[in-house]
């Protein structure tokens, strides 16, 4: 598994595609939305769709629409079902990228050993590629988002949940049960400690997740009171800060000294000169500002450099893309 | 650098070897001691000694040191200059692996941009590698000792210092700017979040490091008073925890439970099973135990398995053996 993710030119996006060539199919697996790109081998997007999977759980139902779509876009692009040569995907939950096999995802989807790479293998006859979804936003990033010149990073997934993934010497590094990167449940000074049962948020996603920031949103108005809503989404209480209003600055400073102090850890351990922050949380720009400010305070010397994903909610199905270049044998343009 | 460390069978100390055969020299320098063994391709010690480093902090002076060592084992097992394959050492202080350079030693070498590997390989005309010491010791335990058994370790060395080795997929993990495993400057709930200065001791180290834990001891003393001595050294410490002294139990449950938490969060990071407890204060056996318990109550669902070095203070020792084998074309025996 150790390929490195090579560099490619800019991304450019292209209605339609002339010449016959070997295209790529990249599907970002969600929760709730489900979204294909077809691609060239250099990451040029030649046509994408998305749709609800709200309601639907059954993995060949959801293999069922990938395959739909995908032949769909090679119809609307002109192309030959021959001219796809692989797909990737990534899964929302803890995905074996070496059988394949998705062993297990959230409530929403609520897969279990899901052999979701032999599936897609079947249903499109075409080599597959499978991967956690933070890990393909990862591997995403540093193909061609925020992590082009680097072949290390840390793309940190904050949103609903929060979870990490990690790109060492070009590869992505996976841990020995596939599940490297369980941020969430860091603990850092001012988490709580309590024993976490199974199926509980973790400690630094109880306080940095998009409920965590709610929450603590509802406890400062609470106890404050306020001119502002007293329910707001993390989105919107860092607007109230970049505007300059107090109680939102105070929270999105509390939260930018945990996800420093969780960046502050992971680097002592790998050592990793980049972190990416994506996720619906994690993209407000507000956000990456406030953590380097936080790291530069805690210790004299290098710090990490912190800055937002370049492909926003198109990291994952850049990955996806990647993966499905690793399936081929076919190299990165 | 990604060579596996291949598992080699029990270790044997003997005191001669009669057939001829390829030899290898592994080197320890700390800051105040220098040890140096003779081995075959197998991990087998045929001699072995150690000298003071104390007042010198030349590095000819040292290299000098190890060539007269190495030389004088050979002649006392009765090799040729010539079976001497390869070298390995390893250096307290931060280390390119790939130059052979050591870039920073602490105060008592004081030693900045050494070429080592050079100066290894003009004084004994054989290919050297160098390591960081606790880089060395993850590598001889994973090689030899605790991790014989797994191609994934962190091996966590506490004692006046806190820092960690890292071994995946059976290769050293040495981090884009050879500083990964810098652990004892994790921030865990109950330690510092003090800005951290130049030199100054880590968050963690300054909690569960020798010198940390005989301050808390002090403190503790100094607020309930206590029928034992004021100044105590951490191992001692862990003696009377064992003995049943309530007081010294405190300290070390305390200190278990910070280790446990810095545990914890390397584990979430890499999703590594199995920790090795090393160093001074390390090597004391009721810690690991302690460190295990405190981790089982953290978190339902399977957990890393913590153990004491199987190699105790000759950890780093076989690590720079193992070294001397990948700086030969030779494999392990």
Known sequence: MQQSISQAPPIEMK????????????VDIGGTNLRIALSQADGTILARTATTTVGIRDADQIVA????????????????????VAIGAGAPGITNADTGVVIATSYLLGWRDVPLREKLEAALGVPAAIDNDVNAAAIGECWMGAGR?????????????????????????????????????MLVP?????????????????????EGIRKQWQALWDAEGSTLQRDLTATQIFEFAEQGLEQAQAILKQTARMIAFAIYNVSLVLNCPLFVLGGGVGLHPVLSQAVQAMLREQREGSQPTVVTSALGADAQMFGAIRLALYASSLPPA
Not at 15 to 26: C, D, E, I
Not at 65 to 84: K, P, Y
Not at 190 to 210: N, Q, Y
């Open 15 to 26: 209605a339609q595609s002339a010449a016959p060539q070997h295209l790529f199919a990249g």
């Open 65 to 84: 629409l990938i395959r739909d779509g995908v032949l769909d876009l090679l119809a609307q692009t002109g192309h030959a079902r021959e001219s796809l």
């Open 149 to 185: 010149e680097s072949s290390d990073l840390v793309f940190l997934a904050i949103g609903t949940g929060v979870g990490a993934g990690i790109v060492l010497h070009g590869a992505p590094y996976r841990g020995a049960s596939w599940l490297a990167g369980e941020i969430g449940y």
């Open 190 to 210: 001012g988490v709580s400690t309590d024993p976490i049962r199974r199926g509980e948020p973790g400690a630094l996603e109880s306080m940095v997740g998009g």
